[in-house]
């Protein structure tokens, strides 16, 4: 399977999740009710590490050939998975209700708004400079992991 479209259905798959997430924190009122959200989001984090590690491994290396001395795109791009993935311990450490709400509130945004601009920017850019066979190659690569 073609990378970028193993990468758009995970996309497709965690931002399902993220939409049922977000309308449990809606009726969320007790405390176990929190610990439950967490353990949620804690599970969604997980595939969303891999998904990471996925891109860090199969199509950052690639994509730094093309885009020679300026890899600040790259760059941005690994300290926003960086960013998402910081929930998890601060998820795991805490017992506040609020604190545990607030921080998966932002969760959700950010990874968001990470996906989006992957869609717009990142993944289009990468589907032109590596094209159909080596995408093809990469995902094959991938699934195998
Ligand atoms: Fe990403
Ligand atoms: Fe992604």
Do not use: W
């Not at 590690?53 to 998975?81: C, N, Q, V, W």
């Not at 289009?124 to 066979?133: I, K, T």
Request: net charge positive; charged share 30%.
């Amino acid at each position: 399977m073609d990378l970028i479209k193993l990468l758009l259905v995970e996309h497709k798959v965690i931002l399902r999740q993220l939409h049922y997430l977000e309308k449990l924190i809606k009726v969320t009122r007790s405390r176990k009710d929190v610990c439950c959200l967490r353990e949620m989001t804690l599970l969604i984090a997980d595939a969303v590490q891999r998904h990471s590690k996925t891109e860090d491994k199969f199509l950052f290396p690639d994509i730094g050939r093309y885009l020679h001395k300026d890899k600040s795109f790259i760059a941005m791009m690994e300290f926003e998975h960086g960013e998402i993935l910081g929930i998890m311990p601060v998820l795991e450490g805490t017992e506040n209700p609020k604190v545990i709400v607030k921080e998966i509130e932002n969760f959700i945004k950010t990874l968001r708004t990470h996906f989006l601009k992957e869609e717009n920017n990142y993944f289009p850019f990468a589907r032109r400079q590596l094209g159909s066979n080596r995408l093809r190659i990469l995902g094959n690569k991938a699934m195998k992991v």
